[in-house]
């Protein structure tokens, strides 16, 4: 019997179409997958589901029953979990009292623990309810998170992309716990846009685009080429994995990283540990590793945002710069593409115009005096940001809208195109194409390897293997602050890397 | 649980009508208020509303009582663009006029056209000096200026206090505090309207106020160091990544603000005043954070908001002598007119929305 029907659901916002007459089946102890890009309208569905949305018509069928699912709660009650991409979880309080307040029931803390125990126990979800939360990894975390709704028996558990904040092995151990769930009789829903996985764990793919369900899949019949074309509408431009560079006949190192240290800025923040790293002209560095490993830190420290207690730590082209701020490095040809779109790459609440006057107002001053750079303002770069737009193929509602107007894939096409429009030397980018869908991806990464053939030193910081190996000639990882010596792409496999970022020692990793 | 959610687009037309709607909801508020404590409200109303507006000679009060509230908000746009909460601007106000009318009394014979500039450019130092002491305190020890400014504004009152009943005061005011009238070369004088003639109070200073405005909008979006402060009141990790520093632009709002807030401590006194005297402001400095919100931080849209307030200040003036209501009731009221007009502007660009109390903060703007 099936689990839950949806039938012709369709969602609007405002004219835009988010689901359009999706037709959704998921049987008990099934694992289905539901597959699409940014934007096809995964999150919307879901979010009906889970009665945070209504939908507009269409109806679901519950165990034969139809009916309106108002709220979260109600969907709780029916016996429907969500983990979510991003956890809510009070740092502070332990794993037990996170838990405590999510349940509906009152329940009372001592019986909690022991429940808690036992679940875990019976799961292989390691973890001890006494330990406050901010102490703990994110796979951790996320274990609270899939417990928390294991606690309340779910008939259908929502996981909207589990792995993107996992370790390869911390994924693998992840699919076991879900393959068992499933055994026991648990429906899952997985949201994901990584092909492989989905061949791994799924006994059947629902994919949408647009808003529309295309097809219904069976991912052991079917191949991720099939898939993503699917999911696409058109054939995909695979990218081929490149060949490494022969060093004896490449350029020498135009930037380089000496011995760096960075204290802990707070007790979130990693210390940076003796960084060393050299780029030359023509060479892509693939730094992988997982968010919350240095990171944020090391991009602060290269853009010059953060500024290096000796100038000597940080080289361009023989010249020490550590001591620059980000307009120096802009003007010597070093740029950068920081992770977080909104908020730090651009300034969500002003226009596209102002947004590339942000990293090129020096560009467009009339003069070089004091004076003469103050009078420079945004408007001047309305030229600059059309060429921008066009070349980068940014879709945009009118043509000067806010950041926040724009899709994330769009935005960071923005991102990028204002980058390479100044022709760096040296180019330090931070997960690319996180969050960005299939086709902006690729639109991405094809400018990186572009970027690279015209002589640009670029250093990718990506946790996204597929993308390291897609595009690095040498990968190094990054783990808890330091670097990792880095080796020809093709000298490496995934699993080497896996080990690499998870903090085994390089000779272990190759053992 | 009320939350305020963002709206996804904004209707142009509800900006038209959210000011009207404000206007509406105050008068039928304040019409209920009056009748409820013994009042006639139609009359009361009247004073507020149709009074200021009923003579030429009202009508330049208005504009009179407006110049140091537009002066004073036009340096506080800057400061709240920046995300930075100098709610002291009356000290700075007072420290300008003291610093202006210092000068003026140490030069009682000169007639020299030099004076009254040299008043404004000091009076400018001083009130940014005195907001320097916060921008200090700010960038070398992370102290908060919401506190320091606010402090320094009760020591700036008793600082003039202190020098108008010692040093300053004139020995022939039979004991008053108060210092001796500024020199001739040291007033601004009242400005004739061309076909009428002089009128009320109107002085030249109120072209200062109605210069700045646009002046102040070239800045923020027609230069650089505006578009600093716009940046890093909105994103200030954006503005880091771009290579501007946080601590500039901390310092440069709050001298900027301090300045104005000095020059308009400086204006008012040379036209209305003439002399010193413990009490040179009128709460300017803390009513015109309000004109700078209801402006919605826009210089263009700070001389509309101080008309405005000026409105309700003249206005509450007028029913107080006409009808004998109390002070604490006119204050009422202009609090429930300002209330009415921000929570229109707040409502264009937010809804309402109720919620229950749930612990999923991350999803919280949707979930309902």
Same mark, same amino acid.
């Given at each position: 019997?099936?689990?839950?029907?949806?039938?012709?659901?369709?969602?609007?916002?405002?004219?835009?179409?988010?689901?359009?007459?999706?037709?959704?089946?998921?049987?008990?102890?099934?694992?289905?997958?539901?597959?699409?890009?940014?934007?096809?309208?995964?999150?919307?569905?879901?979010?009906?589901?889970?009665?945070?949305?209504?939908?507009?018509?269409?109806?679901?069928?519950?165990?034969?029953?139809?009916?309106?699912?108002?709220?979260?709660?109600?969907?709780?009650?029916?016996?429907?979990?969500?983990?979510?991409?991003?956890?809510?979880?009070?740092?502070?309080?332990?794993?037990?009292?996170?838990?405590?307040?999510?349940?509906?029931?009152?329940?009372?803390?001592?019986?909690?623990?022991?429940?808690?125990?036992?679940?875990?126990?019976?799961?292989?979800?390691?973890?001890?309810?006494?330990?406050?939360?901010?102490?703990?990894?994110?796979?951790?975390?996320?274990?609270?998170?899939?417990?928390?709704?294991?606690?309340?028996?779910?008939?259908?558990?929502?996981?909207?992309?589990?792995?993107?904040?996992?370790?390869?092995?911390?994924?693998?151990?992840?699919?076991?716990?879900?393959?068992?769930?499933?055994?026991?009789?648990?429906?899952?829903?997985?949201?994901?846009?990584?092909?492989?996985?989905?061949?791994?764990?799924?006994?059947?793919?629902?994919?949408?685009?647009?808003?529309?369900?295309?097809?219904?899949?069976?991912?052991?019949?079917?191949?991720?080429?099939?898939?993503?074309?699917?999911?696409?509408?058109?054939?995909?431009?695979?990218?081929?994995?490149?060949?490494?560079?022969?060093?004896?006949?490449?350029?020498?190192?135009?930037?380089?990283?000496?011995?760096?240290?960075?204290?802990?800025?707070?007790?979130?923040?990693?210390?940076?540990?003796?960084?060393?790293?050299?780029?030359?002209?023509?060479?892509?560095?693939?730094?992988?590793?997982?968010?919350?490993?240095?990171?944020?830190?090391?991009?602060?420290?290269?853009?010059?945002?953060?500024?290096?207690?000796?100038?000597?730590?940080?080289?361009?082209?023989?010249?020490?710069?550590?001591?620059?701020?980000?307009?120096?490095?802009?003007?010597?040809?070093?740029?950068?593409?920081?992770?977080?779109?909104?908020?730090?790459?651009?300034?969500?609440?002003?226009?596209?115009?102002?947004?590339?006057?942000?990293?090129?107002?020096?560009?467009?001053?009339?003069?070089?005096?004091?004076?003469?750079?103050?009078?420079?303002?945004?408007?001047?770069?309305?030229?600059?940001?059309?060429?921008?737009?066009?070349?980068?193929?940014?879709?945009?509602?009118?043509?000067?809208?806010?950041?926040?107007?724009?899709?994330?894939?769009?935005?960071?096409?923005?991102?990028?195109?204002?980058?390479?429009?100044?022709?760096?030397?040296?180019?330090?980018?931070?997960?690319?194409?996180?969050?960005?869908?299939?086709?902006?991806?690729?639109?991405?990464?094809?400018?990186?390897?572009?970027?690279?053939?015209?002589?640009?030193?670029?250093?990718?910081?990506?946790?996204?293997?597929?993308?390291?190996?897609?595009?690095?000639?040498?990968?190094?990882?990054?783990?808890?602050?330091?670097?990792?010596?880095?080796?020809?792409?093709?000298?490496?496999?995934?699993?080497?890397?896996?080990?690499?970022?998870?903090?085994?020692?390089?000779?272990?990793?190759?053992? | 649980?009320?939350?305020?959610?963002?709206?996804?687009?904004?209707?142009?037309?509800?900006?038209?009508?959210?000011?009207?709607?404000?206007?509406?909801?105050?008068?039928?508020?304040?019409?209920?208020?009056?009748?409820?404590?013994?009042?006639?409200?139609?009359?009361?109303?009247?004073?507020?509303?149709?009074?200021?507006?009923?003579?030429?000679?009202?009508?330049?009060?208005?504009?009179?009582?407006?110049?140091?509230?537009?002066?004073?908000?036009?340096?506080?746009?800057?400061?709240?663009?920046?995300?930075?909460?100098?709610?002291?601007?009356?000290?700075?106000?007072?420290?300008?006029?003291?610093?202006?009318?210092?000068?003026?009394?140490?030069?009682?014979?000169?007639?020299?056209?030099?004076?009254?500039?040299?008043?404004?450019?000091?009076?400018?130092?001083?009130?940014?000096?005195?907001?320097?002491?916060?921008?200090?305190?700010?960038?070398?020890?992370?102290?908060?200026?919401?506190?320091?400014?606010?402090?320094?504004?009760?020591?700036?009152?008793?600082?003039?206090?202190?020098?108008?009943?010692?040093?300053?005061?004139?020995?022939?005011?039979?004991?008053?505090?108060?210092?001796?009238?500024?020199?001739?070369?040291?007033?601004?004088? *009242?400005?004739?309207?061309?076909?009428?003639?002089?009128?009320?109070?109107?002085?030249?200073?109120?072209?200062?106020?109605?210069?700045?405005?646009?002046?102040?909008?070239?800045?923020?979006?027609?230069?650089?160091?505006?578009?600093?402060?716009?940046?890093?009141?909105?994103?200030?990790?954006?503005?880091?990544?771009?290579?501007?520093?946080?601590? *500039?632009?901390?310092?440069?709002?709050?001298?900027?603000?301090?300045?104005?807030?000095?020059?308009?401590?400086?204006?008012?006194?040379?036209?209305?005043?003439?002399?010193?005297?413990?009490?040179?402001?009128?709460?300017?400095?803390?009513?015109?954070?309000?004109?700078?919100?209801?402006? *919605?931080?826009?210089?263009?849209?700070?001389?509309?908001?101080?008309?405005?307030?000026?409105?309700?200040?003249?206005?509450?003036?007028?029913?107080?002598?006409?009808?004998?209501?109390?002070?604490?009731?006119?204050?009422?009221?202009?609090?429930?007119?300002?209330?009415?007009?921000?929570?229109?502007?707040?409502?264009?660009?937010?809804?309402?929305?109720? *919620?229950?109390?749930?612990?999923?903060?991350?999803?919280?703007?949707?979930?309902?």
């Amino acid at each position: 019997m099936t689990l839950l029907s949806a039938e012709n659901i369709t969602k609007t916002f405002g004219t835009f179409v988010a689901n359009d007459r999706v037709n959704f089946s998921i049987e008990p102890g099934s694992i289905h997958a539901l597959l699409g890009e940014n934007g096809a309208g995964k999150s919307t569905f879901v979010k009906m589901l889970y009665g945070v949305l209504q939908p507009d018509e269409g109806r679901f069928v519950w165990e034969g029953q139809t009916l309106r699912i108002t709220s979260p709660k109600m969907a709780r009650r029916l016996g429907i979990a969500m983990v979510f991409q991003h956890f809510s979880l009070f740092p502070a309080l332990t794993v037990a009292e996170n838990i405590a307040l999510a349940m509906d029931d009152e329940s009372r803390l001592s019986g909690l623990r022991h429940r808690i125990r036992e679940a875990s126990d019976h799961w292989g979800l390691a973890i001890n309810p006494d330990r406050p939360v901010g102490e703990l990894s994110v796979g951790e975390q996320q274990r609270v998170e899939i417990l928390r709704c294991l606690l309340q028996d779910p008939k259908l558990l929502i996981m909207d992309e589990p792995t993107s904040v996992l370790t390869p092995q911390e994924s693998l151990r992840l699919f076991d716990v879900l393959r068992r769930l499933a055994d026991d009789g648990c429906a899952i829903l997985y949201i994901s846009h990584k092909l492989d996985e989905i061949m791994e764990l799924a006994g059947k793919a629902t994919i949408l685009r647009g808003g529309e369900n295309v097809g219904e899949v069976i991912p052991r019949e079917s191949s991720t080429r099939d898939m993503a074309e699917i999911m696409v509408g058109n054939a995909v431009d695979w990218i081929e994995r490149r060949k490494s560079h022969n060093p004896a006949n490449s350029p020498p190192p135009i930037f380089a990283v000496n011995g760096l240290n960075r204290p802990a800025a707070s007790a979130f923040a990693t210390p940076l540990r003796d960084i060393r790293l050299e780029v030359r002209p023509g060479e892509i560095l693939g730094i992988a590793g997982i968010s919350g490993n240095g990171q944020e830190e090391l991009a602060e420290a290269l853009s010059g945002e953060w500024l290096a207690p000796d100038a000597e730590m940080i080289c361009l082209d023989g010249r020490n710069i550590g001591h620059d701020g980000p307009e120096q490095r802009r003007r010597m040809g070093l740029e950068t593409v920081p992770e977080e779109r909104n908020g730090h790459a651009a300034v969500p609440d002003m226009t596209m115009v102002e947004n590339t006057f942000l990293t090129q107002y020096f560009s467009f001053s009339s003069g070089l005096s004091w004076v003469q750079r103050q009078l420079a303002y945004p408007d001047l770069g309305r030229e600059a940001t059309d060429a921008i737009i066009r070349a980068a193929d940014v879709r945009t509602p009118h043509s000067n809208p806010m950041a926040n107007q724009l899709s994330g894939g769009n935005l960071q096409k923005f991102i990028m195109g204002r980058m390479l429009s100044t022709e760096p030397r040296v180019a330090v980018i931070s997960q690319p194409t996180w969050g960005v869908d299939v086709g902006a991806a690729t639109a991405i990464r094809r400018a990186l390897l572009k970027l690279a053939e015209d002589g640009c030193a670029i250093i990718l910081i990506s946790q996204d293997l597929e993308e390291i190996f897609g595009l690095a000639t040498r990968i190094a990882a990054l783990n808890n602050g330091r670097l990792t010596e880095s080796h020809p792409a093709t000298d490496l496999t995934a699993e080497d890397i896996g080990l690499m970022m998870g903090g085994v020692s390089e000779e272990e990793a190759r053992a | 649980m009320i939350r305020l959610v963002p709206r996804t687009e904004t209707s142009p037309l509800y900006a038209v009508i959210s000011p009207v709607a404000a206007i509406l909801a105050t008068v039928i508020a304040g019409a209920l208020i009056f009748t409820f404590l013994g009042y006639n409200a139609g009359e009361a109303l009247y004073h507020f509303f149709i009074s200021p507006l009923s003579r030429i000679d009202r009508i330049t009060d208005l504009v009179v009582k407006a110049c140091p509230l537009i002066i004073i908000a036009l340096g506080l746009v800057f400061c709240y663009r920046a995300n930075i909460w100098n709610i002291g601007a009356e000290g700075q106000y007072i420290i300008g006029a003291l610093a202006a009318g210092w000068l003026a009394l140490s030069f009682p014979d000169t007639t020299s056209p030099l004076l009254l500039p040299a008043m404004m450019a000091i009076a400018l130092m001083a009130g940014a000096a005195w907001a320097a002491i916060a921008a200090l305190c700010k960038t070398i020890f992370n102290a908060n200026e919401i506190l320091v400014t606010l402090m320094l504004s009760y020591v700036a009152a008793l600082v003039m206090d202190v020098l108008v009943r010692g040093p300053l005061r004139d020995p022939m005011a039979f004991g008053f505090p108060l210092t001796p009238m500024y020199p001739d070369a040291g007033l601004i004088t *009242r400005m004739p309207l061309p076909g009428i003639g002089y009128v009320g109070q109107l002085h030249y200073g109120v072209l200062i106020a109605f210069a700045l405005a646009p002046l102040a909008w070239w800045l923020l979006h027609r230069t650089l160091p505006g578009f600093q402060v716009r940046v890093m009141g909105s994103s200030p990790r954006a503005g880091r990544f771009a290579g501007f520093s946080q601590k *500039r632009t901390t310092i440069g709002v709050l001298l900027l603000s301090g300045g104005l807030a000095g020059l308009a401590g400086m204006v008012e006194v040379s036209a209305n005043i003439g002399q010193l005297q413990p009490n040179v402001s009128f709460g300017y400095g803390f009513t015109a954070i309000i004109v700078a919100f209801l402006a *919605r931080l826009n210089p263009i849209g700070v001389i509309f908001a101080g008309l405005l307030v000026a409105m309700a200040e003249l206005g509450g003036d007028n029913a107080q002598i006409a009808l004998g209501i109390p002070k604490v009731v006119t204050g009422l009221f202009k609090g429930i007119l300002l209330f009415f007009l921000l929570a229109g502007a707040t409502l264009q660009h937010y809804r309402i929305t109720w *919620r229950g109390l749930h612990i999923n903060k991350e999803h919280g703007e949707t979930s309902s």
